[in-house]
């Protein structure tokens, strides 16, 4: 299980590889990465974060996972700083015997991620800078995990 929270990019194929490499006590592993999404006039994401804070807060949040789910292993990267269009800005690896766990996993980890996870975002265009507000699609996301 591992967190990181960085500013340098990844290479997503690079990471899934490491994080697959001799692993035979597993049946799937799942993937998602985040990519800066441009839609229309982005020159850049900036993404801001309290170091200590946002790697217990996702932590805390990765424990749940394997908690509810049978995983192996799981990966959460997310980036910070300026990030233009494009990039990937965070991604989400979990490894289970069994695809269900493994699927069921990585979109709860998304989807706290994208809510709970503790970063600060504003998207910078030629016409000025802005915060990015929480969405009330992704709140409602969450429901389905509600016990």
Same mark, same amino acid.
């Given at each position: 299980m591992a967190v990181r929270v960085e500013a340098a990019a990844f290479d997503p194929g690079a990471?899934?590889? /490491?994080? !697959?490499r001799g692993r035979t006590d597993i049946g799937a592993i799942?993937?998602?990465?985040?990519?800066v999404r441009d839609d229309g006039g982005l020159r850049r994401l900036e993404i801001e974060h309290y170091?200590?804070?946002?790697?217990? /807060?996702? !932590?805390?949040i990765e424990a749940e996972a394997v908690a509810r789910w049978n995983l192996h292993d799981s990966l959460v990267i997310h980036r910070f700083g300026a990030l233009a269009p494009g990039a990937p800005i965070m991604m989400v690896a979990t490894a289970a015997p069994h695809r269900g766990d493994a699927f069921a996993a990585a979109e709860f980890l998304m989807d706290y991620l994208k809510s709970r996870a503790p970063f600060w975002k504003r998207?910078?265009?030629g016409s000025g800078a802005a915060w990015v507000a929480a969405k009330e699609a992704d709140e409602d996301a969450l429901g389905r995990w509600q016990d």
């Open positions: 990471e899934l590889s /490491a994080f !697959a799942v993937t998602f990465t985040g990519i170091p200590g804070m946002t790697e217990r /807060a996702i !932590a805390a998207e910078v265009t």
